[in-house]
């Protein structure tokens, strides 16, 4: 993995506060027992309405995925499957506590035309929303998913790391209400250091598919401050195994736009001189 991080946003807005640390989440979700009251709990804080109670024959899940309204959802990945020759049988339950990664260089940040969408004080990314004109630029941007556009207002919405409860000193609303603490909140740094020793704890005990995803940059796409300790590939639990942030393709196609505009205006300019009397 590289140290790098390759992306330099076009818009640049944020805010600084004295004294204000860069906050995140570390989730295990090898301590995760499915009971999704990280879910309610960010339903109850925000105001936001039911989903309904949905069968959708996917395990445990009825949400199914987040959304202007579920800005929390957790995954259940069953994993059951008979000894076969080289693979051991697997007997697992798999839950994923999943929300917005906040990340460093934030794809959604980086798309977002008005400024509606800014990296606060504690260095999380937060919507705007009577900023936010519904373009939907947000949207397409994000490559975990994560922003929804609400049917209701038009404007885009997402977890905001409970900023309210954050500037009062407060953790966010699914940390607090998590039984298990599977969900880690705090400063970054610190956040990482522990998240490490856990990775490590988990390797002595036995599992040494133990990792963190999102803690670091990567040559694509930049770290997260809300990352997570896994034991799969990303892709089992719905993640891209290697993120990548649209901005370095769209790199290339100004590059070539303006490229294609100087050529043209040199192409005027010769025609211009040929045609002089
Ligand atoms: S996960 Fe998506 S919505 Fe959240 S900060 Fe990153 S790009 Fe934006
Ligand atoms: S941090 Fe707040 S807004 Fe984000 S998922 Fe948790 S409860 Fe919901
Ligand atoms: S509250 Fe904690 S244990 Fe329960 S589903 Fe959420 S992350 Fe998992």
């Not at 956040?191 to 598919?209: F, N």
């Amino acid at each position: 993995m590289s140290d790098t991080v390759p992306h330099a946003a076009p818009t640049e807005i944020s805010i600084h506060r004295e004294g204000a640390q860069r906050m995140g989440f570390f989730t295990d979700t090898t301590v995760c027992i499915g009971c999704k009251a990280c879910e309610v709990a960010c339903k109850q804080w925000n105001q936001l309405p039911s989903d309904g109670f949905n069968w959708s024959g996917n395990s445990y899940d009825n949400t199914t995925e987040l959304s202007a309204t579920t800005w929390r959802h957790v995954k259940f990945i069953e994993q059951f499957s008979a000894e076969s020759p080289g693979e051991p049988a697997l007997n697992r339950w798999l839950m994923m506590s999943d929300h917005c990664k906040h990340c460093l260089a934030a794809p959604c940040h980086q798309a977002c035309p008005t400024g509606a969408i800014i990296q606060n004080e504690f260095e999380n990314v937060y919507i705007q929303a009577d900023i936010c004109n519904g373009c939907s630029c947000c949207i397409a941007a994000c490559p975990f998913g994560v922003i929804t556009r609400s049917d209701m207002g038009g404007h885009s919405h997402k977890c905001t790391l409970c900023y309210d409860r954050q500037r009062d000193g407060l953790e966010p609303a699914c940390a607090k209400a998590c039984p298990t603490q599977s969900i880690h909140f705090g400063p970054v740094e610190e956040l990482r250091e522990q998240a490490r020793k856990r990775v490590e704890q988990l390797h002595q005990r036995g599992v040494p598919q133990a990792y963190l995803y999102g803690d670091v940059p990567s040559e694509t796409y930049s770290e997260m401050h809300s990352f997570y300790l896994l034991v799969d590939r990303p892709s089992v639990y719905g993640l891209p195994d290697a993120p990548f942030n649209p901005w370095l393709h769209m790199m290339g196609d100004y590059v070539r736009s303006v490229a294609g505009g100087l050529v043209a205006v040199a192409v005027l300019l010769v025609v211009v001189f040929l045609l002089k009397p």
